[in-house]
């Protein structure tokens, strides 16, 4: 019932600042529609901790501005790949073993590796992530197990 009412309560949030109207009857429209979801939803029996992980709320927090540091110096490497006349592109394909032990801590470090630009994760399976990466220094960056150590800690695990 827990992740019910916070599901719920994403669901609103969201319908509101998107919409942007505020009137008695379309606010009341947006909570019909969104009760509608979660009733489905609940029916069809998906929402769980995965639905709705908001315990990873805070830490997640915390992590996005270190991602969007490691994105931007990405992108500017990328740049410098593509502008430069002989393309030093070296492309790997490498395999990593995540660190995560939850579901939804794997898909957030993959998700991230994929947010990197010159790397891509192109599968998971048998608890390995496959991932290409442009560089030789993209394919470090990924082995250098930075990023899997800060996802580790979004799931409260040092």
Known sequence: ?????????????????WSGHYTALLTGLGLFSCMIVLLAVRRMGVVD?????FELG???VLYLPWLIVQIVKSNIDVARLVLNPRLPIR???IRVRPGQHSNVGRVVYANSITLTPGTVTVGFSN???TI??????????????AMNRKVCLIEGRP
Request: proline share 7%; charged share 20%.
């Open 1 to 17: 019932m827990k992740h019910a009412g916070s599901l719920f309560v994403v669901l609103i949030t969201i319908w509101l600042l």
């Open 49 to 53: 901790q995965e639905t709705a992980p």
């Open 58 to 60: 805070p830490r997640l």
């Open 91 to 93: 492309p790997h394909l």
């Open 127 to 129: 608890d390995e992530l």
């Open 132 to 145: 290409h990466a442009l560089t030789d220094d993209a394919a470090e960056g990924v082995l250098g197990d």
